[in-house]
């Protein structure tokens, strides 16, 4: 699958959330490389072109909701952790995702299994965030207890890209432990609906290093021109790499 006409539906996502499937033509991959031709074309330019031809793919080929082949569903993984006392600890918010592709139990399982080692992770968390909430309760005086909330760990799914080349996940995950205000990122998982492989850049890209540089040279620019500039750190230019 290592076609470069990703690389924009990457970016234009900002989420890295799809990849191109091997339905398309050469004539568009062959396009799509112009994105690294300096010579003969502007970035921008390119940039636009592929993005034009991406989303008449997705038109025409893709559905990020429905697929009659393709089922998602959601176990509920909300609770909360308390002490001996009923003190509360940790609440934990979130959800995993069952994927089920129709007539293909090795792609199904293979996910799964993906999954199921990202809770198995999560798990580990939960339990080092109620020691390190234990702890800090007990340390608090009379006063300080009336505020306490306990510390927060979440983790949530939902799909930007369902179809049967690729199955695209967006994760956003939430921790509070009792600083100045909580931490959110935003991460994507994309499969091969095929095989159920978990895809990296190095699966869809022929040039990672090239790939890489034209995505974070778009992204700033698309962060200089954000009206939300004021919210990012002074220095996050140097962040994003």
């Known amino acids: 699958m290592k076609k470069i006409t990703l690389v924009v539906l990457v970016i234009v996502s900002i989420l890295l959330v799809a990849c191109q499937s091997k339905s398309l033509s050469d004539e568009n991959v062959g ?10 074309i502007s970035e921008e330019e390119a940039a636009r072109n592929v993005q034009k031809e991406n989303e008449e793919y997705i038109s025409e080929n893709v559905s990020t909701e429905k697929n009659s082949d393709i089922t998602i569903t959601y176990e509920d993984k909300s609770r909360e952790e308390k002490d001996a006392n009923g003190n509360l ?11 089920t592709i129709k007539n293909n139990e090795a792609a199904t399982q293979k996910i799964k299994e993906y999954y199921d080692e990202k809770q198995k992770k999560l798990e580990e968390k939960v339990n ?7 702890d800090n309760y007990t340390l608090l005086n009379t006063d300080q207890v009336q505020y306490w909330m306990g510390y927060e760990l979440g983790e949530t799914y939902e799909s930007a890209r369902v179809d ?21 990122t935003r991460s994507a998982q994309n499969f091969d609906t095929q095989t159920g492989q978990h895809l ?14 034209f995505i974070n040279n778009y992204l700033l620019e698309k962060m200089k021109e954000s009206k939300y500039d004021v919210r990012f750190f002074e220095d996050y230019e140097t962040g994003v790499k």
Do not use: Q, R
Not at 128 to 134: D, G, L, M, R, V
Not at 164 to 184: D, L
Not at 202 to 213: A, C, H, R, W, Y
């Open 128 to 134: 080092e965030y109620i020691k390190y909430a234990t």
């Open 164 to 184: 049967n080349a690729v199955i695209s996940m967006v994760e956003e995950s939430y921790e509070y432990a009792g600083g100045a205000h909580p931490n959110t």
């Open 200 to 213: 990296t850049l190095n699966d869809v890209l022929t040039d990672v290093s090239k790939g890489t540089e």
């Open 31 to 40: 396009s799509t490389k112009e994105v690294f031709e300096e010579d003969k």
């Open 89 to 99: 600890l940790l609440t934990i918010t979130g959800n995993l995702p069952v994927i």
